[in-house]
DNA sequence: GGGCCCGCAGGG
DNA sequence: CCCTGCGGGCCC
């Protein structure tokens, strides 16, 4: 086994020597140390498993395998100490990890305490411990409070945003703690840090919820997910220039307005949090936040606007975090067959997309928004990918003259969210807010206020937003379905090829596009809500969720029923152990002490992967036996070539029957291609990487016309040129001149 | 890091 | 059908 190292003091990754950032690395839930997620021969595959993530060196000391060589025997010691801690099932998790740090730091390892009376009051007394360390650690240097939008100095000091950027509006250029000097880049453009919004978060509402009922329970899912390489299981896909949308999971119509709440969302039950992260704008619409794969705006003008992005494509934009002034798209020269450009070349007007967003002004509706990493003047855009940042309403808009001198249309958005924006570390949402002062307005052309009271707005009694007046029914026909969005034309090989059965969610389109086509199967029955996975010895508690009973029984592992409780020599009554769902809060400590499987509920499970295992093998029959390592790159689960509705001229015989051939080249070196090293023996979750070679993506095999542009002509040969990779593979001889790009068929290559 | 290119998706 | 578009990979 090849050696795998750690990241050292400076964060440093040992094995490549590169610095990760805070969402590439993953803490081993023994040791705490951080590893960097690439160099990892194997990656965990699933939240949980992140969070149970246990190092190389952990894990094989465990084993007993192959001890790691450079764990020595005071490490080995270490980690029995560790494990202690783990195994005592008295302790909270927030407890145990408490104590692992308070191991690693050279402290020694609490004993187990019996858990018993003043259990409430030790924990309490831990939480504002928490804090309190927190406190020590970060405090703003300024203001003595922990940081608001905090931001980090890369010599490590934590300040307010709004300190910070006084600071440096003083003309001071070193760190107000060290007086390192802070690096010009980061005292112009200081980005949130948002891991330390999460610890600040999390500690807040450790405190609060060991009190009382969890008020954001929501965050502790949704801060789950950040971290755009195990958020889900596909909404990883490496996003490729001209490639397909992958599917959708979420079930809104297109043109839904608002937050996607859970009832849409038949994968995660969630719907779209909050903080959700991203790679690519390809997989942020695979959850609907916003569909358009290049445009800012999704909107329609005689209907409204449900989504825009925030990416630094208009220089004009002014981004406030729960406020920021918006421009709309259009006045530029796209010929050539440009997507984009830089330069305005004409005025912006109040026309399709510009004027949808002026009709959610008027109306009051919600419109999502997107930010993504690219936009660089903002201090709140993440860091990577792009992230849901939740509803703002449009409260004006405008035309001004812009930077470039040509007229362009401006928007007034302000949040109006009932889930905290991602860079605060409030436990609320928004509240109705002042708008603020925006000087531009002065110049203000066909300036256009809301007239009518908002469609979307606060409600005092209730203290949150929600549709006042019911939303404009939806016009769309066709609802994405996460099951019937495919369509039975699609290979079944080809389906396959990106699902792993593992997953419930997979597993049910699969089962729904070609085992049940006419029945109406949902996800919640047969995933279980913590693994994920397909249920085993399923579980359905009384408000209706279903574990699998391993999960469940891990979820309150060895939590008693009921507390005895005394004060010196009196007994008072035993308390009951409040015990909630993991997916609401329902109490289950009654319900678990005689929790039966659902044996109907397992016996259905049961027949249907009989039927799945029936489909699977007559499938491994056409498909000519091929289904034994899962190497990465393997290709014989190509598809059929063309599924293009649009394209009228059924041309697919111009679409050759030839693969590309890979024969792992192992891209350069700057890419790996393949992670997964050695395939194990169970199936890897490799659809991250595997599809991921440039060649191997599918396309749509007609290449349409060639853009008409005015002046396309100008941009080079007459006749469509091709682009430069098939031209590359076409020199190596690997894809006939005729045929554009790789076009992959059930055949293999002759 | 800037420019070029182009399949896809959606509006109208 | 035609037009537009705050992508993203890749080459220079």
Same mark, same amino acid.
């Given at each position: 086994?090849?050696?795998?190292?750690?990241?050292?003091?400076?964060?440093?990754?040992?094995?490549?020597?590169?610095?990760?950032?805070?969402?590439?690395?993953?803490?081993?839930?023994?040791? *705490?140390?951080?590893?960097?997620?690439?160099?990892?021969?194997?990656? @965990?595959?699933?939240?949980?498993?992140?969070?149970?993530?246990?190092?190389?060196?952990?894990?094989?000391?465990?084993?007993?395998?192959?001890?790691?060589? !450079?764990?020595?025997?005071?490490?080995?010691?270490?980690?029995?100490?560790?494990?202690?801690?783990?195994?005592?099932?008295?302790?909270?998790?927030?407890?145990?990890?408490?104590?692992?740090?308070?191991?690693?730091?050279?402290?020694?390892?609490?004993?187990?305490?019996?858990?018993?009376?003043?259990?409430?009051?030790?924990?309490?007394?831990?939480?504002?411990?928490?804090?309190?360390?927190?406190?020590?650690?970060?405090?703003?240097?300024?203001?003595?409070?922990?940081?608001?939008?905090?931001?980090?100095?890369?010599?490590?000091?934590?300040?307010?945003?709004?300190?910070?950027?006084?600071?440096?509006?003083?003309?001071?250029?070193?760190?107000?703690?060290?007086?390192?000097?802070?690096?010009?880049? !980061?005292?112009?453009?200081?980005?949130?840090?948002?891991?330390?919004?999460?610890?600040?978060?999390?500690?807040?509402?450790?405190?609060?919820?060991?009190?009382?009922?969890?008020? +954001?329970?929501?965050?502790?899912?949704?801060?789950?997910?950040?971290?755009?390489?195990?958020?889900?299981?596909?909404?990883?896909?490496?996003?490729?220039?001209?490639?397909?949308?992958?599917?959708?999971?979420?079930?809104?119509?297109?043109?839904?307005?608002?937050?996607?709440?859970?009832?849409?969302?038949? *994968?995660?039950?969630?719907?779209?949090?909050?903080?959700?992260?991203?790679?690519?704008?390809?997989?942020?619409?695979?959850?609907?936040?916003?569909?358009?794969?290049?445009?800012?705006?999704?909107?329609?003008?005689?209907?409204?606007?449900?989504? *825009?992005?925030?990416?630094?494509?208009?220089?004009?934009?002014?981004?406030?975090?729960?406020?920021?002034?918006?421009?709309?798209?259009?006045?530029?020269?796209?010929?050539?067959?440009?997507?984009?450009?830089?330069?305005?070349?004409?005025?912006?007007?109040?026309?399709?997309?510009?004027?949808?967003?002026?009709?959610?002004?008027?109306?009051?509706?919600?419109? #999502?928004?997107?930010?993504?990493?690219?936009?660089?003047?903002?201090?709140?855009?993440?860091?990577?990918? +792009?992230?849901?940042?939740?509803?703002?309403?449009?409260?004006?808009?405008?035309?001004?003259?812009?930077?470039?001198?040509?007229?362009?249309?401006?928007?007034?958005?302000?949040?109006?969210?009932?889930?905290?924006?991602?860079?605060?570390?409030?436990?609320?949402?928004?509240?109705?807010?002042?708008?603020?002062?925006?000087?531009?307005?002065?110049?203000?052309?066909?300036?256009?206020? #809301?007239?009518?009271?908002?469609?979307?707005?606060?409600?005092?009694?209730?203290?949150?937003?929600?549709?006042?007046?019911?939303?404009?029914?939806?016009?769309?026909?066709?609802?994405?379905?996460?099951?019937?969005?495919?369509?039975?034309?699609?290979?079944?090989?080809?389906?396959?090829?990106?699902?792993?059965?593992?997953?419930?969610?997979?597993?049910?389109?699969?089962?729904?596009?070609?085992?049940? @086509?006419?029945?109406?199967?949902?996800?919640?029955?047969?995933?279980?809500?913590?693994?994920?996975?397909?249920?085993?010895?399923?579980?359905?508690? @009384?408000?209706?969720?279903?574990?699998?009973?391993?999960?469940?029984?891990?979820?309150?592992?060895?939590?008693?029923? +009921?507390?005895? #409780?005394?004060?010196?020599?009196?007994?008072?009554?035993?308390?009951?152990?409040? !015990?909630?769902?993991?997916?609401?809060?329902?109490?289950?400590?009654?319900?678990?002490?005689?929790?039966?499987?659902?044996?109907?509920?397992?016996?259905?499970?049961?027949?249907?992967?009989?039927?799945?295992?029936?489909?699977?093998?007559?499938?491994?029959?056409?498909?000519?036996?091929?289904?034994?390592?899962?190497?990465?790159?393997?290709?014989?689960?190509?598809?059929?070539?063309?599924?293009?509705?649009?394209?009228? !001229?059924?041309?697919?015989?111009?679409?050759?029957?030839?693969? *590309?051939?890979?024969?792992?080249?192992?891209?350069?070196?700057?890419?790996?291609?393949?992670?997964?090293?050695?395939?194990?023996?169970?199936?890897?979750?490799?659809?991250?990487?595997?599809?991921?070679?440039?060649?191997?993506?599918?396309?749509?095999?007609?290449?349409?016309?060639?853009?008409?542009?005015?002046?396309?002509?100008?941009?080079?040969?007459?006749?469509?040129?091709?682009?430069?990779?098939?031209? #590359?593979?076409?020199?190596?001889?690997?894809?006939?001149?005729?045929? @554009?790009?790789?076009?992959?068929?059930?055949?293999?290559?002759?």
């Amino acid at each position: 086994m090849a050696t795998q190292l750690p990241c050292d003091g400076d964060g440093k990754c040992m094995k490549c020597g590169k610095k990760p950032l805070e969402e590439e690395k993953i803490l081993c839930k023994m040791c *705490v140390a951080p590893w960097h997620v690439e160099c990892l021969l194997t990656r @965990p595959e699933s939240m949980e498993s992140v969070v149970q993530w246990e190092c190389p060196d952990c894990s094989d000391l465990a084993g007993g395998e192959s001890a790691a060589p !450079m764990v020595s025997g005071a490490a080995g010691e270490l980690i029995a100490a560790i494990r202690a801690i783990e195994a005592d099932s008295t302790l909270s998790e927030q407890e145990k990890a408490r104590r692992r740090q308070q191991l690693m730091s050279g402290g020694s390892a609490v004993s187990g305490g019996g858990g018993g009376a003043e259990e409430r009051e030790e924990k309490a007394k831990d939480d504002n411990e928490i804090l309190a360390i927190l406190g020590e650690n970060m405090k703003c240097s300024f203001c003595m409070q922990l940081p608001d939008r905090p931001v980090t100095t890369p010599c490590g000091h934590n300040f307010c945003l709004k300190c910070f950027e006084k600071w440096v509006g003083q003309g001071k250029k070193t760190c107000a703690k060290c007086r390192e000097l802070i690096p010009a880049k !980061m005292a112009s453009q200081p980005r949130i840090n948002s891991s330390l919004v999460f610890a600040i978060r999390m500690a807040r509402t450790s405190k609060t919820t060991s009190v009382d009922a969890p008020r +954001v329970i929501q965050y502790v899912h949704n801060e789950d997910l950040p971290d755009t390489a195990f958020t889900t299981e596909r909404a990883v896909r490496a996003g490729k220039a001209n490639a397909k949308s992958g599917r959708i999971f979420v079930t809104i119509p297109h043109d839904h307005l608002g937050p996607i709440t859970p009832e849409y969302d038949p *994968v995660r039950k969630m719907g779209v949090l909050v903080g959700d992260c991203w790679e690519d704008r390809l997989a942020c619409r695979q959850w609907g936040a916003h569909f358009p794969h290049v445009s800012g705006i999704a909107g329609q003008s005689d209907y409204g606007a449900q989504s *825009v992005v925030l990416s630094g494509g208009y220089e004009d934009d002014e981004d406030h975090g729960e406020w920021f002034l918006y421009t709309g798209s259009g006045g530029r020269d796209l010929s050539g067959n440009k997507r984009t450009n830089k330069q305005q070349s004409s005025d912006q007007k109040f026309t399709s997309a510009n004027q949808a967003l002026r009709l959610s002004c008027k109306k009051g509706y919600p419109v #999502r928004v997107i930010r993504s990493h690219k936009e660089k003047r903002s201090n709140y855009a993440p860091e990577t990918g +792009v992230r849901y940042d939740g509803v703002y309403r449009i409260e004006k808009c405008w035309r001004k003259k812009g930077i470039q001198g040509f007229v362009v249309c401006r928007y007034l958005f302000v949040r109006c969210d009932n889930s905290p924006a991602p860079w605060t570390s409030d436990e609320r949402g928004d509240r109705p807010r002042a708008l603020p002062d925006v000087p531009e307005l002065k110049k203000a052309i066909d300036l256009t206020e #809301r007239k009518e009271s908002p469609h979307w707005d606060f409600d005092e009694k209730e203290g949150s937003w929600k549709w006042k007046k019911p939303p404009p029914p939806s016009r769309s026909a066709k609802e994405k379905g996460a099951g019937k969005a495919r369509s039975r034309k699609d290979s079944k090989a080809k389906i396959l090829k990106g699902l792993f059965m593992n997953w419930a969610a997979d597993w049910v389109l699969y089962l729904s596009t070609f085992c049940f @086509p006419n029945e109406e199967l949902h996800f919640a029955e047969f995933s279980c809500l913590l693994c994920r996975k397909v249920l085993t010895l399923p579980i359905t508690t @009384p408000c209706a969720h279903n574990f699998c009973k391993s999960c469940l029984d891990g979820a309150f592992g060895g939590q008693k029923f +009921v507390r005895e #409780r005394h004060t010196g020599g009196r007994f008072l009554r035993t308390q009951k152990n409040v !015990m909630k769902c993991p997916a609401c809060t329902m109490d289950l400590s009654e319900f678990l002490q005689n929790a039966q499987v659902n044996r109907e509920l397992m016996g259905a499970i049961e027949s249907l992967m009989r039927k799945f295992e029936e489909e699977q093998k007559a499938m491994d029959g056409d498909e000519e036996e091929n289904s034994g390592a899962p190497a990465p790159n393997d290709d014989e689960y190509a598809a059929a070539a063309s599924e293009d509705e649009e394209n009228t !001229m059924s041309d697919s015989e111009e679409t050759e029957s030839k693969s *590309v051939k890979s024969e792992n080249e192992t891209g350069k070196p700057g890419k790996p291609n393949t992670v997964n090293g050695d395939g194990g023996d169970k199936l890897e979750h490799s659809n991250t990487e595997n599809g991921d070679g440039g060649d191997k993506m599918e396309l749509s095999a007609a290449t349409k016309r060639g853009r008409k542009r005015k002046n396309a002509a100008a941009s080079g040969a007459g006749e469509r040129t091709r682009g430069r990779k098939a031209q #590359r593979a076409a020199d190596e001889g690997d894809v006939s001149p005729s045929s @554009p790009l790789s076009v992959r068929s059930d055949n293999e290559p002759e």
